[in-house]
């Protein structure tokens, strides 16, 4: 796993939400979402 898919995981597990994780790491919520 690359270190940019868990620092996306982390970022959701403490916003608790995909929306305010994307608006932290500065991305859309879509490629966030999509990502596997």
Do not use: C, G
Request: charged letters at 15%; a positive charge; aromatic letters at 8%.
């Amino acid at each position: 796993m690359e270190i940019r898919l868990l620092r996306y995981f982390i970022a959701v597990a403490n916003q608790q939400s995909i929306s305010a994780a994307a608006k932290y790491l500065h991305i859309s919520q879509p490629t966030l979402s999509t990502i596997k």
